[in-house]
């Protein structure tokens, strides 16, 4: 009988979006295959506190509110993480942080305390978190994405500039966030400035994006060297001017989803063939998600890339694997797998020098 893998499940985090990263560790947790591993659950509270958690108790606070935040909950705190103990006691790390953790700073972390994890590494989660980072790569690699302009602090907005270079309206983000927080559609030099405003409240440099007029749709992307394409889905959005977090997480009504998306093969092929060459051109590893805008000429636009989806009840990376013939349960030990293959290869590059090194 082979030996249970032990997994650290990392949740919560110093992020607007906190509660759903819970919601989505609560979910891995209930589909992790326990007679190949043996989870164990940390927390990272708003302020920055790494605790292990009695996941009972989580899950009893749970099926009271689904809205949770850890720092709400001292009675689910067991005691503070000794990250010495950690890395004997862990095989691998499931990082399932949103916002907070998706820029590679906690994979950063965990590398130096040498416990490989699930997903992409450093550098690929870096790049995706970054908005306008990511679209300049995907631009030079050939991809379509939408144009755009940056804004830092100390730069005087100019409406009249945005209007001739990007037209009205546009978008208006923060350049590293997530869950559409902080992000504003404008169609006007007043609700421009406003939005830039808002968006700075959340990071330090901000981009304005022209508005591609087409379907949102997403594709959830699955493995290292031989990346493979789930089914796309479609996001219709109703009674709000786009997919924001209001749309997303509080309004029941907001939206809906229609998995897979009713496509022309044709094009559901385009799509997965584009979300690949993004997934590749931005060196993601394991899983990603790629949104994309389709116009009615069928041009694919690259929107973003999620390194770390997110696997709440609403959340479509786990339910176009399930669509596409991959069970949850078994989606969350394929990613384990994968990550075990990774870091497997990783391991096998030389890393210290000598004279012997050189010879052939």
Not at 167 to 190: D, H, L
Not at 247 to 270: F, H, Q, T, V
Not at 295 to 308: G, L
Request: charged letters at 25%; aromatic letters at 8%.
């Amino acid at each position: 009988m082979s030996i249970k893998k032990r997994i650290a499940l990392i949740i919560g985090g110093k992020s607007l979006e906190h509660e759903v990263s819970i919601r989505s560790g609560i979910n891995i947790l209930n589909a992790l295959d326990l007679n190949k591993y043996t989870p164990l659950l940390i927390g990272i509270t708003k302020t920055g506190k790494w605790y292990h958690l009695d996941s009972s108790k989580l899950l009893i606070e749970y099926l009271k509110s689904d809205y949770l935040a850890l720092d709400d909950l001292p009675g689910v705190f067991i005691e503070k993480v000794d990250f010495g103990s950690l890395q004997k006691n862990v095989d691998m790390a499931f990082i399932v942080l949103h916002g907070f953790g998706e820029d590679g700073s906690v994979q950063g972390f965990l590398k130096v305390l040498n416990i490989p994890f699930v997903g992409c590494d450093i550098l690929s989660s870096a790049i995706c978190m970054d908005k306008d980072i990511s679209k300049r790569i995907l631009r030079e690699s050939g991809l379509n994405v939408a144009k755009h302009k940056v804004f830092r602090r100390a730069q005087k907005v100019s409406a009249k500039e945005v209007e001739e270079d990007l037209g009205f309206p546009v978008f208006v983000k923060p350049s590293r966030s997530g869950s559409s927080v902080g992000i504003e559609k404008v169609s006007n030099e007043e609700e421009l400035k406003k939005a830039i405003h808002e968006a700075f409240k959340y990071d330090h440099k901000v981009i304005v994006e022209e508005s591609i007029d087409g379907m949102e749709i997403e594709c959830a992307i699955l493995g290292n060297d031989k990346p493979i394409a789930s089914l796309p889905s479609q996001v219709i959005v109703t009674g709000h001017a786009f997919y924001n977090y209001d749309a997303k997480y509080l309004d029941n009504d907001g939206w809906y989803i229609e998995c897979p998306a009713k496509l022309p093969s044709e094009l559901s092929r385009k799509i997965q063939e584009e979300s690949i060459k993004a997934y590749k051109a931005s060196d993601c590893q394991v899983m990603a998600r790629v949104d994309c805008f389709v116009t009615k000429d069928e041009t694919v636009y690259i929107n973003e890339i999620n390194t770390i989806p997110g696997f709440a009840n609403i959340s479509q990376y786990p339910k176009m694997w399930d669509v596409s013939g991959i069970a949850y349960q078994d989606l969350i030990s394929k990613l384990i797998d994968l990550s075990f293959e990774y870091q497997d290869k990783e391991n096998s590059l030389i890393k210290t020098f000598s004279k012997t090194t050189l010879k052939v």
